[in-house]
């Protein structure tokens, strides 16, 4: 057999390569095993063409197709991006495929319990969907023998997954119609070439061309027939790639018809869905047409609001928990709601609630209900949620909150404010807050001494609220991750209890007014349950909308972090050789951690420095080297460095590495002006150099003339305090580094006038020289340093790409 006795991902690598080279199998999306895409991003972006179910071994078809389609649907994958042109499924003899339109249907059966495992082949869930699709799989499969059939199977992947151009479509329902209004005013409405305000005197609207939009099929044909409810209710109509005025009264004030300004958007946006409506939603998007709203707010108020791609995606992981009917079934508070836009697309205006600090937010939103926002006066008021007693709220809503059982059904869906006392930044709230109100709130003062330093960030004042005084309800909310994985929220989660249902992540610079690079979670808690929390699995969407993967928080205790560890090889006793400067242990610290000779006092009067010795040198040196190998990216961080398993500890390879790693990399910001260097990795004659060096502690610890004085059970359990150490010997990847050092430091003492005592930090600022405001430039001009340099850091990288795998597999961090 041709892929026989592999594992699978060789046999994926494989069949990518041998039957699909000409298109992109390396992207992974979510926990389908493979996929194919375009190797070229077209028009409008990459299109999915086949995901696929790979299995090592001779299976049944069937059973892959419905592994595959249990792993899509427990995802969702289908509602977060793209679907493709096929489904597949192999194994090492044989591939499958059957076209994704004709399984969709089975994503849509109501009552259906997708959280299953997928490859549990025994579930009730597995069969059930093995009958519901074992006649449709036998009529619209195409199996291919890969030895048999090859010439069969690369015609069909070149006439039809190549040619796969056009994608399946997300169906148009009562929770995503309003959603996909908005977007359409965002890419359509500025394409459609007409006078809006003499359309808008005429009381025709922006929401009129949407309704005639959804209501055509794929090929661009009114699809209203003989149905006469929604041809009398449809104001404009589309036709001949335009559109015509229906209204009787206004056929001749607007009998030409009107033109797209450019058909490749029009049709771009549509492709994504699937038109019409479903049947049975038809008649209710067209009674609810008073919901379409224009959203123009954003300008007059300057207001940090909450993406519209984030409010749609955030309601549609309350449907599929809460189910389709959610909005008639539940209560909904927006108890930092701004000026309403988190509660856009929302259908039920008499289970909406919105509150807000600021009136003049109020006012705003009182004007937009005048102009039809889908909200009642009534439940639109001012309250400090922080502060003010619940006897203020309007006794309606005070009637659910005393309930205990239409408690259960109030959602408090919120997107707080997240900033901490001090930061005068409220990065997505809806409105503008005082960092003063961070310390000096009612809800501080309750819970300042029982949850500690956590509540100085204002959402987990609203968390805490809402935990203690509105108890048994559901809370989703948008918020950093911080409270399921810092150190400074240790006591608010033994405090807060409840059971994380579902959520998703995305970049918080989607957000306005948001530059910095981390992650933003939106998470459904059902506050009903007492867990405690251990551990949070999201789903990852880029900036796109587009699902990406999955992201898994850990909770943790005290004495899980990094710091714990390297508390205990603090050494108070022997001389001196640097600090180490460690801000905090999540990675959004990395520029804050390297060494020195000389501490600020801000950084001892904050404890944040450890001193180095001979005795602790190594593991400092690990300690920086796993804080900088690990390149932070927005998904990153907010991972928590961690106390790591023993098997370091034997690993005497990976120990030098990140010796030799702290002693060229740039934050080794060690310099002989701060006193003696004891960091010269070199000798005199090794580097040539114009005198004896002050210090060659590094030199003689490396050839193991140091003699170092550590417990048996820690770093050194092989050597005594009695015995000399043993050379170090550096792997392949080090001596690279350091050969490569060799060169810098022989080039620098080369030059007249040269501090010999000089660190690796004195030669970069020897070269490099600093500017008009004191900081060391970027570059030099001098071009022989510029490649020495160059070939330091480049080696450097090598090194750092051999520790990266360690530091997950020792525990330091956690995948």
């Known amino acids: 057999m041709r892929y026989q006795n592999i594992r699978e991902e060789e046999l994926k690598n494989k069949v990518g390569n041998d039957w699909f080279k000409q298109f992109d199998t390396t992207e992974i999306l979510g926990n389908i095993d493979f996929t194919v895409f375009p190797q070229q991003d077209n028009l409008f972006g990459r299109t999915p063409l086949l995901w696929a179910e790979a299995k090592t071994g001779n299976f049944e078809v069937v059973t892959m197709f ?49 959280n299953v495992t997928p490859s549990n082949h025994e579930t009730k869930e597995f069969q059930l969907i093995k009958q519901r699709i074992e006649a449709t799989l036998k009529q619209n499969t195409y199996v291919y023998d890969y030895e048999k059939d090859e010439k069969e199977l690369q015609a069909f992947i070149k006439n039809n997954v190549a040619k796969a151009t056009t994608t399946n479509k997300l169906k148009i329902d009562k929770n995503n119609f309003i959603p996909i209004y908005l977007r359409w005013l965002e890419i359509v409405k500025p394409i459609i070439d007409v006078n809006w305000d003499d359309l808008k005197k005429a009381n025709i609207l922006d929401s009129d061309f949407y309704l005639a939009d959804l209501f055509v099929d794929d090929k661009d044909t009114q699809t209203i027939g003989d149905d006469l409810s929604i041809r009398e209710n449809l104001f404009v109509m589309f036709q001949n790639e335009g559109y015509k005025i229906a209204k009787e009264n206004l056929k001749q004030m607007f009998d030409a018809n009107i033109t797209l300004k450019n058909k490749d958007t029009y049709l771009h946006f549509w492709k994504r869905y699937k038109r019409p409506p479903l049947k049975e939603f038809q008649d209710y998007i067209i009674e609810r047409r008073d919901l379409l709203v224009p959203q123009d707010i954003r300008e007059r108020k300057g207001a940090f609001f909450t993406p519209r791609i984030w409010v749609e995606l955030s309601q549609k992981y309350l449907t599929d928990y809460l189910g389709e009917n959610w909005q008639d079934d539940y209560y909904i508070w927006d108890c930092a709601a701004g000026t309403g836009n988190l509660l856009a697309g929302l259908t039920n205006k008499y289970n909406i609630y919105a509150s807000t600090l600021d009136q003049a937010d109020v006012n705003v939103m009182h004007e937009r209900i005048d102009h039809g926002a889908n909200l009642l006066k009534n439940n639109v008021f001012q309250f400090d949620f922080l502060n003010d007693d619940f006897t203020k709220l309007p006794q309606s809503l005070q009637d659910i909150i005393n309930d205990e059982e239409k408690r259960k059904k109030l959602v408090v869906y919120i997107n707080p404010p997240y900033a901490e006392h001090g930061n005068r930044t409220t990065f997505a709230g809806d409105g503008d807050h005082k960092a003063s109100v961070a310390t000096t709130s009612y809800i501080y003062n309750k819970f300042n001494k029982i949850v500690g330093t956590a509540t100085r960030e204002l959402f987990a004042q609203f968390f805490l609220r809402v935990h203690d005084e509105i108890p048994n309800s559901i809370l989703a909310s948008f918020s950093t991750l911080k409270h399921i994985n810092s150190q400074n929220f240790l006591k608010f989660r033994q405090y807060f209890k409840g059971e994380f249902i579902k959520g998703f992540i995305c970049e918080a610079n989607t957000f306005d007014n948001v530059k910095g690079k981390f992650p933003i979670g939106f998470l459904i808690w059902n506050l009903s349950q007492k867990n405690e929390i251990k ?14 993967g999955i992201k898994s928080f850990h909770a943790f205790g005290p004495k899980d972090f990094i710091s714990s560890w390297l508390r205990s090889f603090y050494d108070k006793k022997n001389n001196i050789i640097g600090y180490l400067i460690l801000p905090g242990v999540d990675m959004q610290q990395q520029n804050g951690v390297y060494f020195t000779a000389k501490p600020t006092d801000s950084d001892i009067a904050q404890h944040k420095t450890a001193m180095i010795t001979k005795n602790n040198l190594l593991i400092m040196s690990i300690y920086l080297a796993i804080r900088q190998v690990i390149n932070p990216v927005w998904l990153n961080n907010r991972d928590q460095f961690l106390h790591p398993n023993d098997h370091w500890n034997l690993d005497l390879d990976f120990q030098n590495d990140c010796l030799v790693y702290s002693l060229f990399d740039g934050q080794n910001k060690v310099t002989s002006k701060d006193g003696t260097n004891h960091w010269i990795p070199f000798t005199e004659y090794e580097v040539n150099a114009q005198a004896k060096f002050e210090s060659n502690f590094m030199t003689d610890f490396i050839k193991g003339k140091i003699k170092q004085e550590v417990n048996n059970d820690t770093l050194f359990e092989q050597a005594t305090t009695k015995e000399e150490q043993k050379p170090l010997v550096f792997s392949e990847e080090a001596t690279a580094v350091f050969d490569a050092g060799r060169e810098l430091w022989n080039y620098y003492h080369a030059q007249k006038d040269v501090n010999v005592n000089a660190s690796l930090y004195d030669i970069r600022e020897y070269f490099q020289g600093r500017n008009d405001k004191g900081r060391m430039n970027s570059k030099s001009d001098d071009v022989t340093y510029t490649q020495l340099i160059a070939n330091v850091r480049s080696k450097l990288a090598v090194l750092a790409d051999k520790i990266k795998p360690k530091v997950y597999e020792y525990g330091f961090l956690k995948e």
Do not use: C, H
């Open 66 to 114: 419905v592994q595959l389609i249990l792993t899509i649907g427990k995802a969702r994958t289908f509602d977060k991006t793209m679907p493709p042109a096929f489904l597949g499924a192999f194994d090492f003899k044989k591939i499958a495929f059957v076209p994704y339109i004709n399984i969709q249907d089975i994503f849509y059966l109501n009552d259906f319990n997708w």
């Open 535 to 548: 551990r949070v699995e999201t789903d990852i969407i880029n900036s796109y909308g587009d699902y990406s």
